[in-house]
């Protein structure tokens, strides 16, 4: 059973990154990581695209996934969705979400559950990182370059540290695309 593969590298994200910093949007939606017993307590989480509402049953068996208002503030994610679409093909644009994992923070294991999670697969594209970040998937640890894109399988137990000094950012974007057909078998 495969864990994570690298689908993508080389990508430029700097203008993304440059878009993120000193934006306020981090807090505009905690929720991802306050809510009683997150696995994401070390991040900040800005939505471009998410569920249609934060309670359980939608947050995890709604396949809906709708444009937030910050989707008109960083064009630049939108750019390298559509670079990703180009390269997968995706065929179902899921939520895409845009994290940051700060200096010293722990992801606690976890393996993301429901209907949606069964659908959709997951990738990560990383925006900014440190040689102390290491993301670990059904036992193997490995770290993830920045303009780089991973697929992993989100439904087996995963963490995420950053023992480093800086942040952790990766854009999170959740798609249907036959790249993953029998990946996760």
């Known amino acids: 059973m495969n864990t994570a593969i690298e689908v993508m590298s080389g990508l430029n994200v700097l203008p993304l990154y440059a878009e993120l910093m000193n934006t306020p949007s981090w807090q505009d939606i905690t929720i991802r990581q306050t809510y009683e ?3 994401h307590a070390d991040t900040e989480t800005i939505f471009i695209r998410g569920p249609k509402s934060f309670y359980p ?3 995890f068996n ?8 910050h989707i008109n503030l960083f064009p ?10 180009e390269m997968l093909p995706i065929t179902e644009l899921g939520r895409v979400l ?7 923070g722990y992801v606690t294991p976890h393996i993301d559950e ?3 999670a069964d659908h959709f697969a997951r990738f990560h594209v990383v925006i900014s990182t440190n040689s102390e970040c290491v993301n670990t998937t059904g036992g193997q640890s490995l770290h993830w370059e920045a303009g ?7 439904k087996m137990t995963h963490t995420a540290t950053n023992n480093g000094l800086t ?3 990766h854009m999170i974007v959740d798609a249907v695309t036959p790249f993953t057909d029998n990946l996760s078998n």
């Open 37 to 39: 017993g997150s696995a």
């Open 57 to 59: 049953e939608d947050y």
């Open 62 to 69: 709604d396949l809906g996934s709708y444009d937030y208002p």
């Open 76 to 85: 630049q994610a939108m750019v390298l969705i559509e670079q990703l679409r």
């Open 98 to 104: 845009i994290v940051k994992l700060k200096p010293g």
């Open 114 to 116: 429901g209907l949606y």
């Open 148 to 154: 780089s894109v991973w697929w992993f399988n989100h």
């Open 167 to 169: 942040d952790r950012i």
